[in-house]
T-cell receptor, first 120, second 116 residues
Framework: GAVVSQHPSRVICKSGTSVKIECRSLDFQATTMFWYRQFPKQSLMLMAT?????????EQGVEKDKFLINHASLTLSTLTVTSAHPEDSSFYICSARDWRRLAGTYNEQFFGPGTRLTVL | AQSVTQLDSHVSVSEGTPVLLRCNYS??????LFWYVQHPNKGLQLLLKYTSAATLVKGINGFEAEFKKSETSFHLTKPSAHMSDAAEYFC??????????????FGKGTKLSVKP
């Protein structure tokens, strides 16, 4: 159980276009989803936290108008990179938190396989 | 502020020999600590977690880690490496005051290579 999928797994687009990435929790309901960005040989950096039915909370330095996040249902969150530029090329990873597993002071997140975005 | 440092970017071992992946953390609160593994083209998988219970934590696939507060360390070990252990490993701390749910702070990762 607790499987998270992402689509597409990789995408190549031209500079100036927009790209949508989907994150789905396949066998559980995710009240919260997280979007991370990972540059080559670097760590995962949290971009934003997405709660179902409400606006996403963005980390400092992340442009909310450029990285549009929608979490319209308990099993789907989308990240849209608007007017993509080469510097947006990265590995985008989502994760989901299962409300049934909230316990104590820790939260277990289940991660998707990631989406490799290349902007030409 | 919370942070985590993985001391080795790359570790190479021979199959059947012990594995040691080092991690040090800093935290203003009682930390929750995790180790995740990332295989190529797959999502991150939780290996084990420490949440203020037993300091020696056993995880999946024979991995274990020991929380040492005096050394602010949470090193990952395995007695005998297997070829399938080759992957990227992330040490993670949760920035969470007692009783709350915090975000995850990732280390830069350690790539484990296993030689036949």
């Amino acid at each position: 159980g607790a499987v998270v999928s992402q689509h597409p797994s990789r995408v190549i687009c031209k500079s100036g276009t927009s790209v949508k990435i989907e994150c789905r929790s396949l066998d559980f309901q995710a009240t919260t989803m997280f979007w991370y960005r990972q540059f080559p040989k670097q760590s995962l950096m949290l971009m934003a936290t997405s709660n179902e039915g409400s606006k996403a909370t963005y980390e400092q330095g992340v442009e909310k108008d450029k990285f549009l996040i929608n979490h319209a249902s308990l099993t789907l969150s989308t990240l849209t990179v608007t007017s993509a530029h080469p510097e947006d090329s990265s590995f985008y990873i989502c994760s989901a938190r299962d409300w049934r597993r909230l316990a104590g002071t820790y939260n277990e997140q289940f991660f998707g396989p990631g989406t490799r975005l290349t902007v030409l | 502020a919370q942070s985590v440092t993985q001391l080795d970017s790359h570790v190479s071992v021979s199959e059947g020999t012990p594995v040691l992946l080092r991690c040090n953390y800093s935290s203003s609160y009682s930390p929750s600590l995790f180790w995740y593994v990332q295989h190529p083209n797959k999502g991150l998988q939780l290996l084990l977690k420490y949440t203020s219970a037993a300091t020696l934590v056993k995880g999946i696939n024979g991995f274990e880690a020991e929380f040492k507060k005096s050394e602010t360390s949470f090193h990952l070990t395995k007695p005998s490496a297997h070829m399938s252990d080759a992957a990227e490993y992330f040490c993670v701390v949760s920035e969470a005051p007692e009783g709350s749910q915090g975000n995850l702070i990732f280390g830069k990762g350690t790539k484990l290579s296993v030689k036949p």
